[in-house]
């Protein structure tokens, strides 16, 4: 502790506000570094321009702060590379659920000759045109954040950044200009990247991840989808929605830590649509062809027996890693878990150093949601500028996977709830004892991310089962069908509708 406030004072000016330290390198004094005019000193640094980090520095900065955001996006292994914002505004849920509307409007086209519309039977859709649409909207909102930044004066750095000590990070051009930056709380809000196997013959050379997919300019064509994560079955939903020849490859359970059973009305629902299946598969081997098509070998699990498959694209959708192995922590001291490499977090956000903050999917034990992070960064914010002493409360987060047929939920899932209150305690996913409080809601419908925003406000407000019966449903809509919930699981009731 003494070490570390001896270098913590080494940065300190008169007025005990930290203050830029030039840092000497092999050769001299590089980048901004070298220019004592350079020198600046911030009351908050954000290292990551994603959703939570522009939040979090927005919100600092409109309160009165000196603010600084640093950001750099290393392009895939593909090469693509993107603007200011984050996964979510570049290659995670705006571009998805444009594809994915996309996708729907297919299917009313399909359907609209049976509401008398003469449409022809075949419809041809242009990947290049909508990819180009999507691209064009993306980089509509890069510009938009560059803006926001410069309105609240809030200073962004288009530079990767790498702890110094507990106070300074240095920043990296990319051609390779050095500039540090100190201040007196940093938060770390630099997400994740999708993971790619690594014990599989060919799948860097030859994959791509959802680090790609929206950036595509041709079409994917007959596409293999490894994984059974809400990405992977969304982005697979979209591209059977686009009429492309589209399997899943799926090692156990599909939507692992969802409800088993609406993970299950999801898949039933995508393969009685069109979306092939490989269920307890795992590959292991990709080969590009001649023809430029790849060749994957797979193994089915239960009985040992190889397999093999020709497809034009091989998306990897196996999981997530957090952006934190390039910053050099230990050098300010942040914890981490080993396993997971997340930052170790408590209650305020924290890090193991009370003045570095880990919001988002950086975070260990957070969603790897936006609106999470958004909000997190922030009441970290209004904490700081000593605004609130509000904290941030992960219980009851609702979300939507945008597979063709919609799930939104919020809540404990089914086996959540059996697990912490007991088999006999719990009916529809709520308390059986008075009040009966609702723990969960699961909703797998058309806009289910519309129907489930509305009900989580109720249980957020702690809504009982009879609160919910006694709300009057609008006319004729799925979300009236939660208000008329009266079939219990364990009944053995058929629940089907089969009238008003």
Known sequence: MAAMAGRAAALRGSGGRFRWRTRVAAGGVRGAAQDAAGRQDYDLLVIGGGSGG??????????????????????????????LGGTCVNVGCIPKK??????LLGDMIRDAPHYGWDVPRQVPHDWRKMAEAVQNHVKSLNWGHRVQLQDRKVKYFNIKASFVNEHTVCGVTKGGKETLLSAEHIVIATGGRPRYPT??????EHGI???????????????????????????????TGLRLDTTVMIRSIPLRGFDQQMSSLVTEHMASHGTHFLRG??????????????????????????????????????????ETRSLNLEKAGVNTNPNSHKILVDAQEATSVPHIYAIGDAAEGRPELTPTAIMAGRLLAQRLCGQTSDLMDYDNVPTTV???????????????????HGEEHVEMVCLREPPQLVLGLHF????????????????????????????????????????????????GLDPTVTGC
Request: aromatic share 8%; proline share 5%; with cysteine.
């Open 98 to 103: 444009l594809m994915h509307q996309a996708a």
């Open 209 to 239: 991840t959802s680090d790609d997919i929206f950036w595509l300019k041709e079409s994917p064509g007959k596409t293999l989808v490894v994984g059974a994560s809400y990405v992977a079955l969304e982005c697979a939903g979209f591209l």
């Open 281 to 322: 598969c795992t590959p292991s081997r990709v080969k590009k062809l001649p023809d430029g098509q790849l060749q994957v070998t797979w193994k089915d699990l239960a009985s040992g027996r190889e397999d093999m498959g020709t497809f034009d694209t091989v998306l990897w959708a196996i999981g997530r890693l957090p």
């Open 402 to 420: 945008f597979t063709p047929l919609e799930y939104g939920c919020v809540g404990l899932s089914e086996e959540e709830a059996v697990a912490r």
């Open 54 to 83: 522009l939040a979090c520095a927005k919100e600092a900065a409109q309160l009165g702060k000196k603010v600084a955001v640093v950001d750099y996006v290393e392009p895939s292994p593909r090469g693509t590379r993107w603007g």
């Open 444 to 491: 797998l419908g058309p806009n289910a991310g519309e129907v489930t925003q509305g009900f989580a406000l109720g249980i957020k407000c702690g809504a009982s089962y009879r609160q919910v019966v006694q709300t009057v449903g609008i006319h004729p809509t799925c979300a009236e069908e939660v208000a008329k919930l009266r079939i219990a699981k364990r009944s």
């Open 199 to 204: 014990n599989i013959e060919g799948a860097l």
